[in-house]
Each structure stands twice: as C-alpha cells, then as structure tokens.
C-alpha cells in the first residue's frame, strides 16, 4: 500500500500514458500529443477566435473566410489524428480506418475529442488557464 502512495514513474512511463474517453457512448483511447507540432495551428485558432470576436461586434456578415475556415480543419484533423489511438482514424478512406472527414459530420463528437486530447496534453487547469483556445 505504502508503496503505490512513494512510488516514481519512469518518464517513458509518464511520457507514453493514455487515457480511455467515452463521448455519445463510444470508447476513445487518447494520448499527449506533441505540441510544438500543433503550435502554428493553435495561432490559426486563436486568431479566428479574435476574428470572428471583432467581426461580430462591427458586422453580422461572413465572420469567417475559407481560407482559416480550411486552417481551423487541418489543425483540428492534426490534434485529434496525433491524440487518438483507438478507433484508428486517418486523413483518408482507409480499409479498417474512419476517415477524420467521417467525423466531423458529428460534431459534437470532434470537438470534444480536440477538446480532451488538449485537456490531457496540457492538464485541465494549464488549458483553463492559458491562452490556448
């Protein structure tokens, strides 16, 4: 008992852990993700965000362009293809894979696994607390 309470981890352990998710009933395994590969699209997120924040104050029409639109997509298939083990997901139709274009037709499904796989790479109170989304 006293064991498990004073024992370390090693940081391969530590480095390759994995969490077991269940969004709308279906088991997600995820991992950390690198982040210093997410970087470039977290700015795209954040600067959407501004956009869409300053649009919505001066005009109503076409918040958004295709352009980030695009940008926010990839970054969103980027996070959730590095974070997500099971079920095997890919870019593409793959025989035994789900396409990622397949999961964003439920999107309450996608975003809260972008959410959880960034929940668990930086830890809930780092995420709430930083500039990230």
């Known amino acids: 008992m006293f064991k498990k309470l004073f024992a370390s981890r090693s940081l391969k352990e530590h480095l390759g852990a994995t969490k077991k998710i269940k969004i709308k009933g279906i088991l997600f395994h995820i991992k950390k993700i690198d982040v210093m590969d997410h970087l470039e699209g ?3 997120m954040i600067q ?3 956009t869409y924040e300053e649009k919505r104050a001066l005009d109503k029409s076409q918040i958004v362009n295709e352009k980030s639109m695009k ?3 990839e970054h969103l298939s980027d996070v959730i293809l590095a974070g997500t083990i099971k079920p095997q997901l890919s870019r593409k139709e793959e025989e035994g894979k789900i396409s990622i274009s397949e999961l964003f037709n439920d999107w309450e499904i996608a975003e809260t696994l972008y959410n959880e796989i960034l929940a668990f790479t930086y830890g809930k109170k ?3 607390n930083s500039h990230v989304l």
């Open 71 to 73: 940008k926010v997509r």
């Open 126 to 128: 780092k995420l709430m």
């Open 48 to 50: 959407s965000f501004q």
């Open 42 to 44: 977290t700015k795209v």
